[in-house]
């Protein structure tokens, strides 16, 4: 196994600038996930990992080592693709064991780490398959054990369950995060899926034009974001956001003063996310628009002050569009944002919203 240290990573295609100047570690043994839209750089920066890519600029180390001129065979890693990759002409044993195959392994120590992998993800009744006979689930889990066979130190994988269906990507979901914390290998994970990013990450760095723009614990991310742009890509439903405007000590939101807005900075931005409020007797007064049932909840459309505005509500409160609801940010919960740079400001530690002067 092996920590990796990005810094500075910049990637030109001719004329478009790929990624900007990327700084990322990640510790031996962590799960990282990349994070981000099409486009944002997420797999051109693990294909510069896997030396697929060559960084027009910056440096990639792997166990202290600078692997820059080195070529993805004497990296050290394994890749998980989207598209599997299983060879069609081979038995599942045979793909698990291609990559110690080609180290020219003894047959015994082979069979010993196949059947070892293959126990892990649940398929020793497929070694005697080919891959025509599988399901898409059967056959990346093939994938990933013939990566982890090769007991590589770092194991790159480039959305690798995005070909399942929703139901089954939840079960290989579990499988994955649990055959990764036995094996205690470094990961790179790249999706564009936040479920999948909330629910496997040890950290989740957030891609956005060819930058990190965050890097931490799901929890951290989710609840206090670094950027409006963070705030706003995750999550569904995402954050609310409205414009605020300065008065006296605090700042006016919605035609409500808010008490303890940020006391530097220029304007500013107020942002909440829709399961974070709650009824109340003053607060926000929108026009319910939409209502969408969600299970044990429902998803409530206002308009407020002429700015869409969701809540995630319980289902045994009755709301009816057309009519007037009041809600209230739960304490602690509430964010602050520059509005120009985007960037996170200190959080409304008691968000009374206060109606008049």
Same mark, same amino acid.
């Given at each position: 196994?092996?920590?990796?240290?990005?810094?500075?990573?910049?990637?030109?295609?001719? %004329?478009?600038?790929?990624?900007?100047?990327?700084?990322?570690?990640?510790?031996?043994?962590? /799960?990282?996930?990349?994070?981000?839209?099409?486009?944002?750089?997420?797999?051109?920066?693990? !294909?510069?990992?896997?030396?697929?890519?060559?960084?027009?600029?910056?440096?990639?180390?792997?166990?202290?080592?600078?692997?820059?001129?080195?070529?993805?065979?004497?990296?050290?890693?394994?890749?998980?693709?989207?598209?599997?990759?299983?060879?069609?002409?081979?038995?599942?044993?045979?793909?698990?064991? /291609?990559?110690?195959?080609?180290?020219?392994?003894?047959?015994?120590?082979?069979?010993?780490?196949?059947?070892?992998?293959?126990?892990?993800?649940?398929?020793?009744?497929?070694?005697?398959?080919?891959?025509?006979?599988? %399901?898409?689930?059967?056959?990346?889990?093939?994938?990933?054990?013939?990566?982890?066979?090769?007991?590589?130190?770092?194991?790159?994988?480039?959305?690798?369950?995005?070909?399942?269906?929703?139901?089954?990507?939840?079960?290989?979901?579990?499988?994955?995060?649990?055959?990764?914390?036995?094996?205690?290998?470094?990961?790179?994970?790249?999706?564009?899926?936040?479920?999948?990013?909330?629910?496997?990450?040890? !950290?989740?760095?957030?891609?956005?034009?060819?930058?990190?723009?965050?890097?931490?614990?799901?929890?951290?991310?989710?609840?206090?974001?670094?950027?409006?742009?963070?705030?706003?890509?995750?999550?569904?439903?995402?954050?609310?956001?409205?414009?605020?405007?300065?008065?006296?000590?605090?700042?006016?939101?919605?035609?409500?003063?808010?008490?303890?807005?940020?006391? %530097?900075?220029?304007?500013?931005? /107020?942002?909440?996310?829709?399961?974070?409020?709650?009824?109340?007797?003053?607060? /926000?007064?929108?026009?319910?628009?939409?209502?969408?049932?969600?299970?044990?909840?429902?998803?409530?459309?206002?308009?407020?002050?002429?700015?869409?505005?969701?809540?995630?509500?319980?289902?045994?409160?009755?709301?009816?569009?057309?009519?007037?609801?009041?809600?209230?940010?739960?304490?602690?919960?509430? !964010?602050?944002?520059?509005?120009?740079?985007?960037? %996170?400001?200190?959080?409304?530690?008691?968000?009374?919203?206060?109606?008049?002067?």
């Amino acid at each position: 196994m092996a920590d990796i240290d990005i810094r500075q990573v910049a990637k030109r295609f001719g %004329s478009h600038q790929a990624l900007h100047a990327v700084d990322l570690t990640v510790a031996d043994g962590e /799960f990282v996930v990349l994070l981000g839209a099409s486009g944002s750089g997420k797999t051109t920066l693990l !294909r510069i990992i896997a030396g697929l890519e060559t960084a027009s600029e910056g440096t990639v180390s792997i166990g202290g080592r600078r692997v820059d001129d080195l070529p993805p065979r004497r990296r050290g890693i394994a890749m998980v693709f989207q598209n599997y990759a299983v060879f069609p002409h081979m038995t599942v044993f045979d793909n698990i064991g /291609f990559g110690l195959a080609m180290q020219k392994m003894p047959a015994a120590e082979i069979e010993r780490k196949v059947r070892r992998v293959a126990g892990m993800l649940h398929i020793e009744e497929l070694l005697k398959r080919y891959s025509g006979q599988l %399901s898409g689930g059967q056959r990346q889990r093939v994938a990933v054990a013939r990566a982890l066979a090769v007991e590589p130190a770092v194991l790159l994988m480039d959305e690798p369950l995005s070909n399942l269906d929703a139901l089954l990507r939840l079960e290989m979901r579990a499988e994955l995060k649990g055959v990764l914390q036995e094996s205690r290998t470094t990961t790179i994970y790249v999706t564009h899926d936040q479920v999948e990013a909330m629910s496997l990450a040890d !950290r989740i760095a957030v891609m956005h034009e060819g930058r990190i723009v965050q890097a931490a614990p799901a929890p951290e991310v989710y609840h206090h974001p670094a950027t409006r742009f963070v705030g706003g890509f995750i999550g569904n439903p995402p954050m609310n956001f409205l414009p605020a405007s300065r008065e006296g000590e605090g700042a006016r939101v919605a035609g409500h003063l808010f008490r303890d807005a940020p006391a %530097s900075g220029g304007a500013l931005a /107020f942002g909440i996310r829709p399961e974070d409020l709650a009824p109340a007797g003053e607060g /926000f007064a929108g026009r319910v628009k939409v209502v969408e049932p969600l299970g044990p909840h429902q998803l409530v459309t206002m308009d407020l002050a002429g700015h869409l505005f969701r809540a995630v509500l319980d289902n045994d409160l009755a709301v009816r569009p057309g009519e007037t609801l009041v809600l209230a940010p739960r304490p602690g919960r509430a !964010r602050w944002f520059d509005a120009d740079s985007g960037a %996170s400001l200190a959080e409304i530690t008691q968000p009374e919203p206060v109606t008049g002067a």
